[in-house]
């Protein structure tokens, strides 16, 4: 039998729904009654929410009881119920209006036919299972069960493929009405939510031949010290900078919020300082310790992160966070920043350090690309870069990290735009506490973290020694 508390938690869940209804109105005065139709927008096992066309259908009264009849979602038979309004509400820019209102009269069978489909478009369910399993990521696809990845797996979870209106049932529940109409209008989104005490997820809607789809990464709330993710302890010295440009790079995946998170953190415990980041969704709430941080969500209180950063040199800041560095004014007023005195750290795209410096002086028509690279030498601090890595035991990943410190030579090499003598410079200057992804990797295959086949998957360098390893 279910306890108290569990029923409580799924009488009061309201989940996303698109279903007709049909309601009647009794006048008080004249006794007539008159029939009229809308939309149930989202239902509970207490009451709904009714969408109402004002171009077609007259405004509810607050306290008026409704006749409502409608089906729910794969059934043939109906529910009859009488509703109480007991809210009212216009909605933004349209011609309608919602009305919420709770069941006063409803069979204890129609109930508990309420509850199982809520129970069936509950997202919490499915979310409470992406925490409990470990997993990075979850995926919501049309005409497949909801799938985890876990450890870099793809692992399909036991339930029922979903359709098109599961899915948008299942994660418009979480959303409010202007991210559905700007999903609705621009067909991408991305917006982040905390779940719970520990957990945050960030989400991304998309479509695919005309189906939404949505990717939900799961973050923990924690934040966890550099040891215990492995960053590189030369990090929090890049973190402790004055000025410059610190890079961290790597690709989709690969941990690089979570670096800056502790970078940002880190001077947030230690310094007094005015810190802006600039996110696309915020994943980590930082608390102001020592400093003053500014979480700024593009989307939500900018509408890019080039305005934004124009914008936030005007904010009195001495440590600015990008979230993602992806066009030509971005790019600019980074190096601006870094230039005039702030430090910057960025994350940005690329598959090795070479190419995030060469892909960052090709957003530039070519012409600029020495100035560029001359600008990138005289700021640049640091670059990181990053892989997430299964371990030998299946138990999660480790983080392998390159470590550039923007010491003469390197600047040298960027300036004069000789990239390929990068690697050699990293490899001979272990007195900066420079690092190669090969000695990273090594060193987990050496105690045995990770085995050789993942070694040579993500290390080009160990196809050359692979004889040596045997």
Known sequence: MLSYNLINRRKNLRVYTRIPVVYEIKSIQDKTVRKKTGVIKN????????????????????????????????????????????????????????????????????????????????????????????????????????????????????????????????????????????????????????????????????????????????????????EELKIPDVTKDLARQKDGLVLVVGPTGSGKTTTIAAMVELINQERKAVVITLERPIEY??????????????????????????????????????????????????????????????????????????RMASIFPVENRRQVLAQLANCIRGIIFQLLIPRRDKNGRVLASEVVIGNDAVRTIVRKDELIQLPTIVQTSGMYHMQTMYDSIRKYLNEGIIDEETALLYSEEFSQYRQWLK
């Open 43 to 226: 239902i509970s096992a207490d009451g709904v929410c009714l969408e109402i066309d004002l171009e077609i259908d007259e405004a509810l009264a607050l306290n008026s009881e409704l006749n409502v009849k409608f089906q729910l979602p794969k059934e043939d038979l109906f529910i009859e119920a009488v509703v109480k309004i007991n809210w009212i509400r216009a909605v933004t820019n349209k011609r309608n209006f919602y009305a919420g209102g709770i069941f006063t009269k409803i069979g204890q069978n129609e109930e508990q036919r309420i509850l199982q489909v809520i129970e069936r478009l509950n997202i919490n369910k499915i979310l409470n299972q992406v925490i409990k399993a470990g997993a990075s990521d979850l995926h919501l696809v049309v005409d497949q069960p909801p799938t985890l990845r876990i450890n870099g797996e793809l692992q399909m979870m036991e339930m029922a493929e979903l359709n098109p209106e599961d899915i948008a049932n299942l994660v418009y529940s979480l959303m409010d009405e202007e991210q559905i109409t700007r999903f609705e209008e621009d067909k991408e989104l991305d917006f982040g939510f905390q779940y719970d005490m520990h957990n945050r997820f960030r989400v991304n809607l998309h479509q695919q031949r005309g189906f939404m789809e949505v990717t939900f990464r799961l973050i923990s709330a924690k934040f966890f010290s550099f």
């Open 285 to 358: 709430i930082h608390n102001n310790v020592k400093s003053i941080i500014k979480q700024r969500e593009v989307g939500v209180d900018t509408n890019s992160f080039s305005v934004a950063l124009k914008s936030s040199l005007r904010q009195d800041p001495n440590v600015i966070v990008v979230g993602e560095m992806d066009d030509i004014e971005t790019v600019k007023t980074a190096l601006i920043a870094a230039e005039a005195g702030y430090l910057v750290i960025a994350s940005f795209h690329a598959p090795n350090t070479i190419q995030a410096i060469d």
